[in-house]
């Protein structure tokens, strides 16, 4: 047994209840069409995951997984800065740049503004980024996303919320309540760090996963605990997820979720510099730049809640017609597109464009007549020719069951 392993597996009941108060509406859900229903899944998803730093292998004391999991509950930092780096291999085709235009248009906002967090920050589900980040309390937080010779920055102050793209010179300008009993309100479209990430991973934490200690590292110079979280179930496509938190703090420094196929992480994403001192106050100041296009968006207090994107634990919500099939790391969402769904013949009937997405995809057949796997390292999606969606971080194997079993 490892030096550091707990001799007992974390079950929902030994989940504090801390655990569960994290924030909400941190995404929205994708417009579900062909193939973009698979990119929408897949980034949802993303709440599971990233990989830990190989380097140093601290002398901590030991610890259980119930313990370092109520550490990680527990921690209050409020005030911190740093970089983290955030890789992303869903393993989609290569479709010389499609792919991210389909993450970020699948979430275009109204107004079409280029500074909307909505599209934007969806860019973050593909390729690697370097994002700095800045917190001062509930009120003030600062998420940068640094580009070749641009940057994109959002930036909530009081209950201003900013979002500036450097490379087009637009701004992006809403409100947002303000903080309730030390919960942030402004909407997050994809989660950025990895406090962030580990709070998704540890909704999954039930009868249906193993949890353990597995060791120490050094991320971004400090000490920290290796929380490992692996299924239980068969049929699931994530093989596990590593979180390295910080021995001091109780805040998670880097996250890595690994597919069952093996490989690199699908996510990884980490602090490389880290700091839990206040920032500057001037850090969260933002004067729109001179002839800067300025789109003002609706007040947070006035506008419908924002659906959520279906997560492996939150299947459910955001979604008319949503339901899941399953539970735990076997968990599939079926919703009806309400359309025709995606002929599986031949291009000829339905022209060029079907031809292409069927050539992406699988072809298989069923109680449910036919329809079209797409797949990533993560997330599968079957879409059937009468227009059903089945979508989940299983196999192909299960999306075909489960359709099987609906009809």
């Known amino acids: 047994m490892a030096p550091y392993e707990s001799d007992r597996t974390a079950g929902a009941e030994g989940l504090p209840d801390e655990a569960d108060d ?8 994708a417009r579900y069409v062909v193939p973009v229903a698979v990119v929408g899944v897949a980034a ?3 709440g599971l995951v990233p990989a830990l730093a190989d380097s140093g292998d601290p002398s901590l004391p030991k610890i259980t997984a119930e313990q370092l999991i109520e550490k990680i509950a527990k921690s209050d930092v409020q005030q911190l800065s740093g970089t983290v780096k955030v890789s992303t291999d869903l393993g989609l085709p290569s479709l010389g740049g499609l792919e991210s235009g389909m993450l970020s248009g699948a979430t275009k906002g109204s107004g079409g503004s280029s500074a909307d967090p909505q599209s934007k920050l969806m860019e ?9 980040v800045a917190a001062d309390g509930p009120d003030k937080a600062k998420v940068s996303v640094l580009e070749n ?3 994109y920055s959002v930036i909530h102050n009081g209950s201003d919320v900013w979002a500036y793209d450097s490379k087009s010179n637009e701004v992006y300008h809403s409100t947002a309540p303000a903080a309730e009993k030390g919960r942030e309100k402004a909407p997050k479209d994809v989660p950025t760090t990895p406090k962030e990430l580990a709070d998704e991973a540890l909704k999954s934490v039930d009868d249906t ?4 200690v597995d060791g120490t590292a050094q991320v971004a110079g400090r000490d920290a605990y290796k929380l490992l979280i692996k299924p239980k179930q068969s049929g699931s496509t994530v093989g596990a997820i590593t979180v390295a938190v910080d021995a001091k703090t109780g805040v998670p420094l880097k996250f890595t979720l690994v597919p069952k196929s093996g490989g690199a992480a699908v996510v990884d994403a980490g602090f490389t510099q880290v700091a839990f001192a206040k920032p500057a106050a001037s850090t969260f100041d933002f004067t729109p730049p001179k002839g800067a296009k300025v789109t003002e968006g609706k007040d947070s207090k006035d506008s419908k809640a924002p659906e959520s994107a279906p997560t492996r634990g ?3 919500k955001g979604l008319d ?4 099939i399953g539970k735990g790391w076997s968990t599939i969402a079926e919703f009806d597109t309400g359309g025709q769904g995606m002929p599986s013949g031949s291009s000829s009937e339905g022209g060029n464009v079907s031809g292409f997405l069927n050539s992406l995809g699988d072809h298989v057949k069923g109680k449910f007549g036919s329809g079209t796997v797409f797949s990533t390292r993560l ?4 879409i059937t020719d009468d227009g059903k969606v089945y979508a989940g971080a299983v196999t192909k194997d299960a999306l075909v069951k489960a359709a099987n079993a609906a009809h």
């Open 22 to 29: 994290v924030r909400a509406g941190r995404r929205k859900a």
């Open 44 to 46: 949802a998803t993303i």
């Open 124 to 132: 973050l589900a593909s390729g690697t980024h370097t994002v700095r």
């Open 149 to 151: 010779a641009a940057e």
């Open 209 to 212: 996963t193993s949890v353990t």
């Open 314 to 316: 939150d299947l459910g």
């Open 321 to 324: 017609g949503l339901k899941t």
């Open 379 to 382: 997330v599968n999606a079957l």
